[in-house]
């Protein structure tokens, strides 16, 4: 997959999480405009491949922010990162009117839970910048059934909205969108089964730093989150999205080294 420019394969890479919100429900993922250059910079010192920066919590229960709050808590950190560190920076949005000013501020890529099923001019914006897409299933409702053929069915027909927009083959990405629509029951069946996405032909990311599926405290989830991104190794999924950028490089390359022996 190319990103910014970066050609990025044959590997699990870590994507590191940058929320500019007040909300997030793991608190030391949350970045201002004052420190977010050193949260950065932390991330890349780290071995992060990528930085994902979110303008809006999109935890269970979350209230909505306006686009045009999005794009005031983005503009001023985005153009500072981009303009101090030579790495690709994903923004996180369903609003097309926030990616295109995202992509005007120097994003790279965008990571769209809604995948690219808000509005019919996400795509098509994401396409004319030339930049990269992350695709996420999600759904107005809990999913019932036999999960796969319905998240690989909306995989599908995001990919088809993107390919006829025009975004090139080599820039998309699939996220099952774990944590979305789906229980924890769901949510396990998902991670466990996630190489079957592979089967739509665009590598994959996973999402599920220190979330809810793990039980407890957010505090608590580090170790199930790192043993979910061991397993992403195996799977070979290409990017793990996550708070904790050094453990999680950490045990990527232990699974490597463990795997090679």
């Known amino acids: 997959m190319i990103v910014g420019g970066q050609s990025f394969k044959n590997r699990t890479y870590v994507m590191a999480i940058i929320n ?23 991330a890349i010192k780290d071995g992060a491949a990528i930085l994902d920066l979110g303008a809006q919590s999109t935890r269970p229960n979350y209230t909505e922010v306006s686009a045009d709050e999005e794009i005031s808590r983005l503009e001023k950190p985005l153009a500072a990162i981009k303009r101090e560190f030579d790495i690709p920076v994903s923004v996180d949005t369903y609003f097309s009117k926030c990616a295109r000013a995202a992509l005007d501020f120097g994003a790279d890529m965008i990571n769209d839970v809604r995948g690219l099923t808000y509005d019919g001019e996400m795509a098509g914006i994401i396409a004319k910048a030339k930049a990269s897409v992350c695709i996420m299933h ?20 995001s990919v088809n909205l993107a390919l006829s927009a025009g975004i090139e083959n080599d820039k998309i990405c699939l996220d099952g969108g774990i944590g979305f629509a789906k229980d924890v029951k769901q949510n396990h069946e998902l991670l466990n089964g996630y190489e079957k996405l592979a089967d739509i032909g665009f590598p994959l990311l996973l999402g599920t730093s220190r979330k809810s599926m793990f039980g407890g405290a957010p505090e608590d989830r580090l170790p199930a989150t790192l043993e979910s991104t061991r397993l992403a190794v195996r799977k070979k999924v290409l990017f793990v999205r996550v708070h904790d950028v050094a453990e999680n ?8 080294e463990r795997n090679s022996n």
């Open 20 to 42: 500019l919100t007040p909300d997030s429900f793991w608190k030391e993922s949350r970045a201002t405009c004052d420190d977010v250059l050193f949260r950065a910079e932390r």
């Open 138 to 157: 999600n759904a107005p409702q809990k999913l019932t059934g036999d999960i796969f053929p319905q998240i690989k069915d909306f995989l599908k027909n």
């Open 249 to 256: 490089v950490k045990a990527i390359k232990e699974e490597y």
